[in-house]
């Protein structure tokens, strides 16, 4: 660009509504636009995937602030206030965010959790106790030694058997007799039985 540089055009917008990936022939800026918050920095010759993923990973941030904002707002009409979504897991290389509606359950397994989505399972290297204490806010329920589970996506629940709750992935998880008048009390607070 004559007389202007990128860095330049983007001191014009005092918030950006968009996301940057640099093209460029020149390697000594790229510290300068990751500061700049940008998303990519591709250098030429450009290698098509490199600019595929770059742009693929810029679109799903476009479409996840876009899907963000309207929950936001739908919510806010409501007078529902949104979850955080504070719960990155591993996923190929990356880290997946799940907000607290995404997740059914955390089961879990050795010093390892299993992390249960209605599509998905992510393995997740810290135990079950590390993971519930880091997600104080979300109002999931221990209901026995291995199975974390979200009300959200409780489907039936019943005191046969010992206790029994069916989730919406239809997933079976008994309920521990050590605890099972303070599950069972907990659900009849959070759902009306008649």
Known sequence: MPNVSGFDVLKR?????FEVVFVTA??????EAFKQNAI??????VDAEDFIKTVTTALIRIKEKQLAN???LLEKANGIE????????PYHGDYKVLSQNDVIYCKADGSYCVVKTATQKFVVSKNLKHIMEALPDW?????????????????KFSKKNGGEIHMSDDTLVSVSKKIKDEVFS?????????
């Open 13 to 17: 917008f005092e918030n950006r509504e």
């Open 139 to 155: 109002n999931f329920i221990k209901v026995n030694r291995s199975y974390v589970i979200n009300p959200l996506h409780i489907e």
């Open 40 to 45: 990519g920095y591709i250098l030429k010759p």
């Open 70 to 72: 309207t929950d936001a």
């Open 186 to 194: 907990f659900l009849s607070d959070r759902f009306n039985i008649f």
């Open 82 to 89: 949104q979850p955080t979504k504070d719960f990155a897991v």
């Open 26 to 31: 020149y390697d000594e800026y790229a510290i």
